[in-house]
């Protein structure tokens, strides 16, 4: 045990607000998809039971349709924009964003069946269809008419909101000529300098009409809202989970058919994010076929999804080592070394800790044990020298907007910390 532990561990508790958690006070006040995925990860290495309840909290959002919404609002908060009343998406038992974010979920659970017990088994038995139905979601209604993976449509969703990744299908787009006004509420809890522009969340909102007007139908949505990029992100997490959700299907003894065929597409579809000028995975607009062509810490996932051709693997790690020498600290959100790299605002540079986590699995599961320990002990440097802030400058180690992160806490407690019990293999 130690200070930091101890630390981490009040902060999931200070955050709890009656079986979920905030990702931290004020600036983001509600239950976030994947930040509660992570968190569960954290509260799993002291109290288990805790650790279900913030999944089954996330699943109780489920809409019918199987997406898992970014957001639950279980109550509404005037010190957040936009609320319940921006989004009016009820399509779901809470209301809920109308959108959904990286399905990171049945990796965290497979993670606490397999270090487990009996009683971890059955939790995750119980939810199996409840997952089962959110990939299905997303092999359909996020596969827009001809492409060959799943996209997003909107930023937000990525979990990466304002990487310049997104920038072709943002400039791409016009802002509604008929947005109401609004008042954001970051810039108020956050220095604005580290935060999304407006002509951006300009945009963010201009999509979030769209989706109002109509009604969340998100086969309309995909196929003819204002925005459809395809994300390596997004691919390489469900890759991963769908991969897990088949272990979870094997043991449970269920069909693993329609899975095995999520699988392949994913494993094909791969090749759809190579950009060969670039010589790494990116992210690329559905629409104009354009790539963007900057390495991201989501480029570095194909490891973590056992995806890429020999090749293309070696060519990543070549990235990764270039950056590692440009950067003081690992795993920037956006090369230091490529145009509108901006060191401390928010996916455009700073590190995340999440993030840091799944990529240095995947290293380690594919023998690059010494870039997965740099990835981990760096974050244990920033978190040490900065505190558990929400993410961190790759140049200097300083801490980014938010303090007291959930997610952060939960990454020390189950990965970072010296007394970590997954600390040898990252
Ligand atoms: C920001 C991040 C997103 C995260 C959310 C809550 O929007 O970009 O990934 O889920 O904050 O922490």
Redesign the pocket.
Known sequence: MNDLDEQARAILRKNDRGGYTV??ARL?PYQ????SAFVALGFATFDRQRAWQELDMLLEGQWPNGMVP?ILFRRDDPDYFPGPSVWQANRGPIPSGGIS?PPVLSSIVQALVDTGGEADARRAEAMFDKLCLWHRWWHTERKPKGCPVVATVHP?ET???NCPDWNIGMDAMAVHADLEPYTRMDTQHANPAQRPSKDQYDKFVTIIKFGRDCGWDQSILTNEGPFLMADPGIHFILLRADRDLQKLAARFGRGTSEIESWIDAGTTGSDYFWNAQANAFCARDVHSGKFSDGFTNASALCFYADAGSEDQRAATVAHIERIGAAAKYMLPSWDPEAPMFEAQR??CGPI?TQMNYIAAKGLAEAGHADLASRLRSDLRAMIEQSGFY?CFDPMTGAGCI?TD?S?TAAMWLTWASPTALSAGEA
């Open positions: 990702p931290t983001y976030w998809n994947w930040d970014h974010q937000w979990g990466r909101d928010y996916w995340w929400e938010g992160f997610w």
